[in-house]
């Protein structure tokens, strides 16, 4: 029962209690005491937290490329958040790319943009987990050498908007993406 229905009840109960019972008071012109109506208060709907919860985590996924970017640009990860925001192969996936770019004296300046959405959700496992569908364009994201900043030649047939699926877990109150798979399939970017 509600806050207001208890309330109401008591209320009620001690309309009822005070009158002194000897009929002296008791008038046929007066209507009888009614008592206030709870308004039940609307229950939180279930899409609510969902739609809550698919927001966080493309927010966090939005934040891990913002991060990644950031990280290409300087060669190096420190001085990012991108492990706030990446886990696993992920992160593995980043610095393994840095590696490779510091061997080869390039960096890129730039940022992909995504048009990712969330494909799965499940709130009720012991990790809470998601799956995003993401059509990742990367045409505005230049590869520049480091020494001279001239961009870096494009490799014929490269695919500038590309599948990625990822996979991402809730730790504590901080989604965190544990992959972003890309395929070598040209997507329309929205």
Do not use: F
Not at 21 to 29: I, K
Not at 89 to 100: F, H, M, N, Q, Y
Not at 106 to 131: E, F, H, K
Request: aromatic content about 6%; charged content about 25%; hydrophobic content about 35%.
């Amino acid at each position: 029962m509600g806050l207001l229905a208890v309330a109401g009840s008591c209320i009620a109960g001690l309309a009822a209690c005070s009158s002194s019972g000897d009929g002296a008071d008791a008038s046929p012109s007066r209507p009888p005491a009614t008592t206030p109506r709870a308004v039940p208060s609307p229950s939180p709907s279930p899409a609510a937290p969902k739609a809550a919860e698919e927001r966080a985590v493309l927010d966090a996924y939005r934040h891990y490329w913002t991060e990644q970017a950031k990280a290409y640009k300087n060669g190096t990860i420190t001085g990012t958040a991108l492990t706030t925001y990446a886990v696993g192969d992920a992160l593995s996936r980043v610095e393994s790319d840095l590696r490779t770019m510091k061997s080869n004296g390039v960096i890129a300046d730039g940022a992909p943009r995504s048009n990712a959405s969330v494909t799965r959700l499940d709130l009720q496992a012991q990790v809470p987990s998601a799956t995003l569908s993401d059509c990742l364009d990367i045409s505005s994201w230049k590869r520049l050498y480091r020494s001279t900043r001239k961009e870096v030649p494009t490799p014929k047939g490269r695919i500038d908007h590309y599948k990625t699926d990822v996979k991402a877990e809730k730790w504590g109150k901080q989604w965190k993406i544990l992959s972003a798979t890309p395929r070598q399939q040209e997507c329309a970017s929205g």
